[in-house]
């Protein structure tokens, strides 16, 4: 039983799988990744993407329009992360306490609006795959890669983009030394409060892009806590990935493929108890952060309020 996970459809089966599920990993942990080099640490991904998913998937089903739907989860996000950014950087609140409060607020008010808006699981019809002319018709590969949704391929040309900002401009260099040293950046005329406030905002957004790409994309349905942790996860990618944006890629096809892998098992009905293979992902995170705080330094002034002197 256990070779059939070893045949060539289900290994290309995981790989496809694999390379979609990892969308919402990819905007979550990117938009996480610019707050936490900045030093702001956000524990209410997970309640900014159920927010964002509901608001993509509410806005499709009101008017047919997939790019409205987009655009109500980019709002919804910013907005969530605004208020993080407001209570973290200006109120200098504890960032773990209020992170979780954001989380359980995004939770509340989704299944709020899930059961006063919509009452019953519904579908709406999502971002379809989008082949890629003369690429997609690669053998083996063509098919894997190049014939997912815009979404997806959104989310991977992301990677190079997020990464030539943090590492290759002003403003990423701005990012790094706030995180690093903000008072030295202060005293060169660097608004740490300003580059605080963008990085969480625009963590807000990637992350309500994030749970729209599961209810408008992978999915196509909305359901009460249907991320189940994903949030949490991608802020473990940003440990697991050294605070780079390509480490954060190679962790989300590393538990994006575990995730596909658990799934064959439950489709091929394998001798592996379900509940254990749900769990592979979780465990994963376990071990990823474990390893993670024995080989990488975190941002000097992670998760520390900055008080300007005078």
Do not use: C
């Amino acid at each position: 039983m256990i070779e059939s996970l070893f045949t060539a459809q289900v290994l290309l089966g995981i790989l496809t799988s694999g390379i979609r599920l990892a969308t919402p990993y990819l905007y979550a942990g990117i938009g996480e990744t610019f707050g936490q080099r900045s030093g702001v640490l956000n524990l209410g991904v997970e309640g900014q993407m159920l927010l964002g998913a509901f608001a993509a998937f509410y806005a499709v089903r009101q008017t047919g329009n997939l790019w409205l739907g987009l655009l109500a989860a980019i709002l919804v996000g910013g907005l969530m992360g605004l208020a993080m950014a407001f209570v973290s950087v200006t109120l200098r609140a504890k960032q773990g306490i209020s992170g979780i409060g954001f989380f359980l607020f995004g939770l509340g008010m989704s299944d709020l609006l899930f059961q006063t808006l919509l009452g019953t699981v519904q579908t709406v019809s999502g971002f379809r795959p989008l082949a890629i002319p003369l690429l997609s018709r690669i053998p083996v590969l063509g098919p894997v890669f190049f014939n997912q949704s815009f979404l997806v391929y959104a989310a991977y040309l992301l990677v190079p983009i997020a990464n030539y900002v943090m590492n290759h401009t002003t403003l990423g260099l701005k990012i790094r030394a706030v995180g690093e040293n903000p008072e030295a950046a202060d005293s060169l005329g660097v608004s740490v409060s300003r580059v605080r406030y963008f990085t969480v905002t625009l963590g807000g957004v990637f992350s309500g892009l994030a749970g729209a790409s599961l209810s408008i994309a992978l999915l196509n349905v909305f359901q009460q806590g249907m991320t189940s942790g994903l949030g949490f996860i991608a802020v473990a990618l940003v440990y697991f990935g050294g605070w780079r944006v390509w480490g954060v890629l190679a962790g989300s096809l590393l538990f994006s493929m575990v995730n596909a892998l658990q799934l064959w098992v439950q489709v091929l009905g394998l001798p592996i108890p379900s509940e254990f293979a749900v769990m592979m992902p979780y465990v994963l995170t376990i071990v990823a952060l474990v390893v993670a705080v024995q080989r990488v330094r975190p941002p000097t002034a992670l998760t520390k309020p900055f008080v300007r002197e005078g």
